[in-house]
């Protein structure tokens, strides 16, 4: 009897803690069974993003693709040259092939690219808008002047031709002549894009970013691209470089400045380069040195070339 009242009590004792052990296991099945469904649920939003971001890169893509091809054959009807356009449009194909295998895939390095496709084209847009407008101007022109010789031609056998009007007509002419190469001129003109300034320090160390300290400052180093144009000629160009401190005062060294002419006046500059004009989109740099350390404060720098400010960019030494 007392052994049978042992084991009573020892069953009883028991079976507590196997429910506890019980619940126990299954807290534990609850718990890693959300916590699987919650990765599996962040990897398929990982994953719904990263396609969302491919399909809206590969979208824009095919629309600056789309546009080239538009641009490439509004050249070649003007009679223009397409060349650069064509390479940009390899390039541009380049990367859409790239896209479909690329396992680094990054949404910033493809976002910069099809910003600069789109700061390529809106140039090559103005340029032209510029050449349709000025070869409607020169059939206009040419088609009256056409005219005009019909007419003087049928007056001649029996008329006096007023000398006078006609010197006008002529001088009128000379003036719109001039106008249209003036205009041409500008079309024709080079432009530098995506101006960066970096810092180098007296031992070669090169900084970037735009914010610089003046006491680690040695050299300053200038990039950018002179932007194909179909209207330009290739040869060497001189590169005017002018860097303006916080007070808007150009650096000017006796040894590597000078003047330049700019829209009618005399400008100062901080230092001049030659560079071969190859007309493709070419990476251009510059190194600027000065003797006095450089103050503190927001600093411009200006390209010019040909008579014209081709470009600028801004840094600050602090």
């Known amino acids: 009897m007392h052994t049978t009242d042992t084991l009573t009590r020892s069953s009883k004792g028991i079976r507590p803690i196997a429910v506890g052990v019980l619940v126990g296991v299954a807290s534990l099945l609850v718990y890693l069974f959300v916590g699987a469904q919650n990765e599996t649920l962040e990897l ?15 979208t824009q893509l095919d629309s600056l693709s789309r546009v080239l091809d ?3 054959a509004d050249v070649r009807r003007l009679g223009g040259n397409v060349g ?17 295998h690329d396992l680094r895939f990054s949404v910033r390095t493809y976002d910069q690219r099809i910003r600069q496709y789109g700061a390529f084209l809106a140039s ?3 340029d032209l808008r510029l050449i349709r407008e000025e070869n409607s101007n020169l059939a206009n022109r040419a088609r009256a002047l056409e005219e005009e010789r019909e007419l003087v031609l049928s007056e001649n056998a029996g008329l006096r031709y007023d000398r006078d009007e006609l010197s006008r007509a002529v001088a009128t002419f000379s003036a719109q002549n001039d106008d249209l ?4 001129t500008l079309a024709s003109a080079m432009r530098a894009l995506d101006v960066q300034v970096r810092s180098l320090t007296e031992s070669g160390r090169e900084r970037q970013g735009g914010v610089y300290r003046a006491s680690r400052t040695d050299r300053l180093r200038i990039l950018f691209t002179l932007a194909a144009n179909p209207l330009a000629t290739k040869n060497t160009k001189d590169i005017y470089l002018r860097v303006l401190d916080p007070n808007g005062s150009v650096l000017s060294d006796d040894r590597i400045g000078g003047t330049l002419s700019y829209e ?8 001049r380069q030659p560079v071969a004009f190859d007309n493709n989109d070419q990476s251009v740099e510059l190194v600027y040195r000065r003797d006095s350390p450089y103050r503190p404060g927001p600093y411009t720098v200006e390209l010019y070339a040909e008579g014209f400010r081709i470009g600028q960019g801004e840094f600050m030494l602090k």
């Open 70 to 72: 538009a641009r490439i």
């Open 44 to 58: 398929q939003q990982s994953l719904t993003t990263q396609v969302e971001q491919l399909a809206r890169t590969q």
């Open 181 to 184: 190469k003036r205009k041409v």
């Open 124 to 126: 090559r847009n103005a």
């Open 84 to 100: 650069n356009l064509e390479n940009v449009k390899a390039r541009l194909e380049a990367d859409k092939q790239r896209l479909t």
């Open 264 to 271: 009618g006046n005399a400008i100062g500059y901080s230092m």
